[in-house]
Nanobody, 128 residues
Framework: EVQLVESGGGLVQAGGSLRLSCAASGFTFDDYVIGWYRQAPGKEREGVSCISSTDGSTIYADSVKDRFTISIDNAKNTAYLQMNSLKPEDTAVYYC?????????????????????WGQGTQVTVSA
């Protein structure tokens, strides 16, 4: 069974940091694009970042650029989202997603959110 499980969410004060993890089971991240998305209450889901497991190419939303870093450990079949300098507007449920794709498709998949597998989400709350 293909499964993605996020962890690492929680409550943090503004300016703090959190690291989210996305562990995959039932498949390996070979030639995959992995993405992080978030959805705040009353708002549409938005893309945060994506990474290619093939060559490590990445893309970030402007709102998180220079604060968040996406990474992947292929040996552990786990993707990460390091979030620094958190702001109250980063409060949301964060989801990871994955699908097999060529690294050249990172930007397209980020924009389309066209992934076959999604996790259940982890809550991130940033207090002012």
């Amino acid at each position: 069974e293909v499964q993605l499980v996020e962890s690492g969410g929680g409550l943090v004060q503004a300016g703090g940091s959190l690291r989210l993890s996305c562990a995959a089971s039932g498949f390996t991240f070979d030639d995959y694009v992995i993405g992080w998305y978030r959805q705040a209450p009353g708002k549409e889901r938005e893309g945060v970042s994506c990474i290619s497991s093939t060559d490590g190419s990445t893309i970030y939303a402007d709102s998180v650029k220079d604060r968040f870093t996406i990474s992947i450990d292929n040996a552990k079949n786990t993707a990460y989202l390091q979030m620094n300098s958190l702001k109250p507007e980063d409060t949301a449920v964060y989801y990871c997603a994955a699908d097999r794709s060529d690294s050249s498709m990172v930007a397209v998949m980020f924009l389309r959110a066209d992934f076959g597998s999604w996790g259940q989400g982890t809550q991130v709350t940033v207090s002012a």
